[in-house]
């Protein structure tokens, strides 16, 4: 074999290895520790062609968390090989639709699907609210099913937790969760999430631009998911939409481009940095090496370009 073809091989295997489908049979081999996999890697609020809206599941013996619930996020679980019935815990990081629609969608589906014994739901200051609003437009279904199916009350199987500021949102005996603020204008309560397992660190930065502090949040975590904006692409967008300077301004405010993403990677000396939350979410002329070039001008650690049903 030539060296050249033997280079090839070697990074065809290192390219399998860093983007892992998620099997449906893997949940049935009962693994432990925590298992990361990305349900939907786009950014924005538009359903996409190539990606799904954001959700990331983190499977922690067992039990699985879901970050943010993108339109979409029942069906990608499926596809996961998470069965909804087994839904315990789920994580908002702000209250945009992208990372909120299908909530109490998704409380419903797991409802329906095999009742869980209980569901905690974790976000910023509105997250009970809107957990009330959608029990009362769905009351005349879920009081339908109570008596025609004899399902428990899906009122009594949530408990919604509102926070308004860092700190430990969730601790008990496989993780702990904490939350630090980040900048996502103009929404204050934007929200990374550190989740510290017993076998390893993930944290996932919710939606924000530049922010110095995030590095100090991620300080030595095995795994850094970091949204990544790539801005040509976004400008070439932006030539076919009438809204463009008013759009521009916001994206600039309020997401991170691939060089400061690297920043914030090599300031934390994480492990690894897995980019999604991709902004554009839905154009697939960007390839890796475009998303990874300006990462890499910061980072030397090992980068994963995310994709849906990834498990890193």
């Known amino acids: 074999m030539d ?16 983007s892992v489908p998620f099997s449906n049979a893997v949940l049935g081999q009962n693994k432990t520790g925590a298992r990361l996999v990305l349900l ?3 950014g924005g609020p538009s359903v996409g062609e190539f990606r799904k809206n954001a959700s990331t599941l983190l499977l922690i013996n067992g039990a699985p968390y879901v970050i943010d619930c ?6 990608q679980l499926i596809a996961a090989g998470a069965p909804l019935a087994r839904l315990r815990y789920i994580f908002i990081t702000h209250h945009h639709s992208d990372h909120n629609l299908e909530y109490g969608a998704l409380l419903y589906n797991a409802w329906v699907t095999g009742s869980p014994l209980r569901i905690d739901s974790y976000g910023p200051t509105g997250l009970e609210a ?8 769905s009351k005349f279904d879920i009081e339908t099913r109570i008596a025609d199916e004899g399902r428990p009350d899906l009122r009594k199987l949530v408990a919604a937790h509102d926070f308004s500021g860092p700190g ?15 900048r996502h204008p103009p929404i204050a309560e934007a929200y990374a999430f550190r989740f ?3 076998d390893r660190s993930v944290v996932i930065s919710g939606d924000t631009a530049y922010a110095p502090e995030l590095a100090d ?3 030595d975590a095995d795994v850094l998911v970091h949204e990544v904006m790539y801005l040509p692409a976004v400008d070439t967008l932006l030539k076919r939409v009438p809204n463009a300077g008013r759009l521009r301004e916001h994206l600039l405010a309020s997401h991170t481009v691939p060089e400061d993403v690297g920043r914030i990677a090599a300031q934390a000396g994480v492990k690894t940095l897995v980019l999604s939350h991709f902004v554009p979410g839905d154009d697939n002329t960007i390839t890796d ?17 995310g994709r849906d049903l990834m498990e890193i």
């Open 3 to 18: 060296n050249d073809r033997r280079q090839f091989l070697i990074g065809a295997a290192s390219l399998a290895l860093s």
């Open 40 to 42: 939907g890697t786009k």
């Open 70 to 75: 993108g339109y979409g996020v029942s069906r």
């Open 130 to 137: 809107m957990t009330q609003a959608f029990f009362e437009y």
């Open 168 to 182: 430990v949102v969730l601790r008990n005996d496989d993780v702990k969760v904490t939350a630090r603020r980040v």
């Open 196 to 198: 510290d397992a017993k």
């Open 217 to 219: 949040f991620a300080k």
């Open 289 to 305: 090496e475009m998303w990874t070039a300006g990462v890499r001008k910061h980072f030397n650690g090992r980068i994963v370009v």
